[in-house]
C-alpha cells in the first residue's frame, strides 16, 4: 500500500475495521504465510500469475484462489496437512469445489480456493463482490485504488467506483475524485442501494442465516478442563478457513435476569442469605441447608432454573450460524444440576434438559485430574479441590450416558487438542437429519 493508502487507513476507527473487511495484524500474516506455502506446495500445477489476492497483498484476501492447470490429487493436499472443507460447507449450505484449509503445525492458516483456468480480471471481481454484498467496503476502496496505480482502467459509470470515491473523499482522498458523484460519505461500508432496499436486503440476509442448518459441536469437562480455551482456538481455526462459526455458553443457575430479581426479594422476605444458591453451593454449603433445595420449593426453583438456562441456550443458538460451539452442553449440564440441587428430586429436569438441549453432531469430553483443573483455576467459584473432585465423579459417573462421546486429555496442549477437533469436524461427511454420523 501507498503512504496515503496508509493515512486513510489510519482514519477509519477501529471499531469499524473488522465491518469494513480490514485484517488484523495477526490475520493478516498467517494469510500471507498461507498464500507462500500454498504457492510453494502446488507450483508445478500453477498457471502464470495463478496466484489471485487482493490487490492490496495476501494479507487482505478471506481466501487465497490458486489457479491451476489441472485438479491436485486429495491424499497430496492431505500429506501436507491441508484439511477439505467441502464437505463441512456443504453441509452449512455453502455449495464449494476446491477448498481446502491450509495449515501449519496443525494450525489453521487460511483458506485456499482450487480452480482450473485463467483468473478474472481483477477489476471484474471488485466490482461482483460489492454487487454481491450490496455494499462497498474501505477494502474495496483501496482496492481500487491499487488497481489505479497498476494500469487498470475503472468503468466511468459503475454506481460501485461512484460509492467508492465518496467513502474516500470521505477519509480525504483524492485517487477516485473523478469518479465521485455526491457527498462525501463520512462512514464505510457505503449501501449501494436505497435504505428501504438496503433494510429488505439486510432482513432477508438475517433469514437465510436462521434457515441454514447450524451443526453443533458439544464441549464438556469439569471447570478447568480447558473448554473455553479449546473453544476458541477451534472457532479461530474455522473463522481463519472461512467456515461461519458461532459460540454458546451457558450453565443452570446463571444468567437467571428477573428470576433471581424474585428470588432475592423473596430471600429478603423471609431474612434469608439473598446470595444465589448457586454460589453458596459453589463455596461448600451443603445444598441440602438450603431452603431453595429442599421440598416442593426446591423442586419449583429448579425447574425454573432450568427452563430459564435452556431459554438463555436458545436465545444464544439463534444468534449463531454455521458452526455452533457449546462450552458446556448436557452432560456439564446434568452435573451442574447434579451438585447444585442435590436433594431434590431432579428427574423431570434432567428429561427437560436431554430434550430441549440442540442435538450434537460432535461430542468431546476433556479429562484432567482434580489437581491440574483445581491449578487452572484458582479464582473459580468452583476452584476447590474437593469440589472439583465431586463434580468429576459426577462426570464420570455420566460418561456412558453421552453417545459417540469423543475423549481427550485435556493436558496436552490446546493447538494440538483444537487440530484434533478441527480435523474431526472436517471428516463428518455423512450426516443426517438428527444430526448423528
Not at 475503472?154 to 470515491?165: E, F, N, R, S, Y
Not at 477519509?171 to 428501504?196: K, N, T, Y
Not at 454458546?248 to 431474612?271: D, I, Y
Not at 450416558?401 to 484434533?420: F, M, Q, S, T, Y
Request: net charge neutral; aromatic share 6%; proline share 7%.
Amino acid at each position: 500500500m501507498s503512504t496515503e493508502d496508509d493515512e486513510l487507513l489510519g482514519r477509519v476507527p477501529r471499531s469499524l475495521r473488522a465491518a469494513n473487511g480490514i485484517p488484523d495484524p495477526e490475520q493478516a500474516a498467517a494469510r500471507e504465510r498461507a498464500a507462500a506455502l500454498a504457492s510453494e506446495a502446488l507450483a508445478d500445477l500453477l498457471l502464470p500469475d495463478g496466484v489471485r489476492t487482493s490487490p492490496l497483498g495476501p494479507g487482505w484476501s478471506r481466501d487465497i484462489d490458486l489457479h491451476l492447470q489441472d485438479w491436485p490429487k486429495p491424499a497430496r493436499l492431505e500429506a501436507l496437512g491441508w484439511v477439505p472443507l467441502d464437505p463441512l460447507l456443504h453441509y452449512l449450505g455453502t455449495l464449494s469445489r476446491g477448498e481446502w484449509a491450509v495449515t501449519e503445525d496443525g494450525t489453521v492458516l487460511a483458506s485456499v480456493d482450487l480452480h482450473l483456468g485463467s483468473p478474472p480480471d481483477p477489476v471484474t471481481t471488485l466490482l461482483n463482490r460489492c454487487r454481491r454484498r450490496g455494499e462497498v467496503r474501505v477494502r474495496e476502496v483501496l482496492e481500487a485504488r491499487a488497481l489505479l496505480r497498476s494500469g487498470y482502467t475503472l468503468p466511468v459509470d459503475d454506481p460501485v467506483i461512484h460509492v467508492a470515491a465518496r467513502i474516500e473523499a470521505g477519509l480525504g482522498g483524492q485517487a477516485l475524485a473523478p469518479w465521485r458523484d455526491g457527498p462525501d460519505i463520512g462512514e464505510a461500508p457505503g449501501s449501494l442501494s436505497s435504505p428501504v432496499r438496503r433494510r429488505f436486503r439486510e432482513g432477508l440476509a438475517i433469514l437465510r442465516s436462521a434457515l441454514r442448518p447450524r451443526l453443533v459441536v458439544a464441549v464438556s469437562g469439569v471447570d478447568g478442563s480447558g473448554k473455553s480455551t479449546l473453544s476458541r482456538l477451534v472457532t479461530r481455526n474455522l473463522d481463519r478457513a472461512g467456515v461461519p462459526v458461532g459460540y454458546v455458553w451457558a450453565r443452570p443457575g446463571m444468567r437467571l435476569g428477573w428470576v433471581n430479581g424474585l428470588a432475592q426479594a423473596a430471600k429478603r422476605l423471609v431474612g434469608q442469605d439473598p446470595s444465589p444458591g448457586f454460589e453458596l453451593v459453589a463455596k461448600g454449603t451443603p445444598a441440602g441447608g438450603l431452603a431453595s433445595r429442599r421440598g416442593i420449593l426446591g423442586w419449583i426453583w429448579a425447574m425454573l432454573v432450568t427452563l430459564s438456562f435452556l431459554v438463555d441456550v436458545h436465545r444464544q443458538h439463534l444468534m449463531s450460524r454455521g458452526i455452533v460451539l457449546y462450552d458446556r452442553h448436557l452432560l456439564d449440564t446434568l452435573v451442574t444440576l447434579d451438585f447444585v440441587y442435590e436433594g431434590v428430586d431432579l428427574r423431570l429436569h434432567y428429561a427437560v434438559v436431554r430434550l430441549g438441549l440442540p442435538k450434537p453432531l460432535l461430542s468431546v469430553y476433556l479429562s484432567v485430574p482434580a489437581e491440574v483443573a483445581t491449578a487452572r483455576k484458582p479464582e473459580d467459584i468452583f476452584g476447590v479441590y474437593a469440589i472439583i473432585r465431586r463434580q468429576l465423579e459426577s462426570y464420570e459417573a455420566r460418561l456412558g450416558e453421552i453417545k459417540d462421546l469423543h475423549l481427550l486429555n485435556g493436558c496436552r496442549p490446546a493447538n494440538e487438542l483444537a487440530a484434533v477437533v478441527t480435523r474431526w469436524l472436517s471428516e463428518l461427511q455423512n450426516i443426517d437429519g438428527a444430526g448423528r454420523r
